[in-house]
């Protein structure tokens, strides 16, 4: 399966913004989703996990209450919705993927990932 990650770009702290991460070459329906971020001169790190059936979600401390990952199974995409964003989460922004038969399944690893997007820029100014 191939990801394409978009929706990046400039936004003031206290804006919005919603990336999306579009697969094709496979339907998404039976794949655990992720979005991780990697900020300059740092290590990717996790944001939001969400499971195949879409009924389990999972977040890092950092984005929980400001962060909303979803999916829509028949656009074969996922989102994240980002509201409140504040100038630490100035980072290049990863979707990933990994095929599982668990419908509840979420992951927040790296290495639990099989299949990785190219990466959208996502840029918070003071």
């Known amino acids: 399966v191939q990801l394409q990650a978009s929706g990046g770009g400039l936004v003031q702290a206290g804006g919005f913004l919603r990336l999306s991460c579009a697969a094709s070459g496979r339907t998404l329906s039976r794949y655990a989703m992720g979005w991780f971020r990697q900020a300059p001169g740092k290590e990717r790190e996790f944001v939001a996990a969400?499971?195949?059936?879409?009924?389990?979600?999972h977040y890092a401390d950092s984005v929980k209450g400001r962060f909303t990952i979803s999916r829509d199974n028949a656009k074969n995409t996922v989102y994240l919705q980002m509201d409140s964003l504040k100038p630490e989460d100035t980072a290049v922004y990863y979707c990933?993927?990994?095929?599982?038969?668990?419908?509840?399944?979420?992951?927040?690893?790296?290495?639990?990932?099989?299949?990785w997007g190219q990466g959208t820029l996502v840029t918070v100014s003071s």
């Open positions: 990933a993927g990994k095929w599982t038969h668990l419908s509840a399944q979420v992951m927040d690893a790296i290495y639990e990932y099989d299949y």
């Open positions: 969400i499971s195949w059936s879409g009924y389990n979600t």
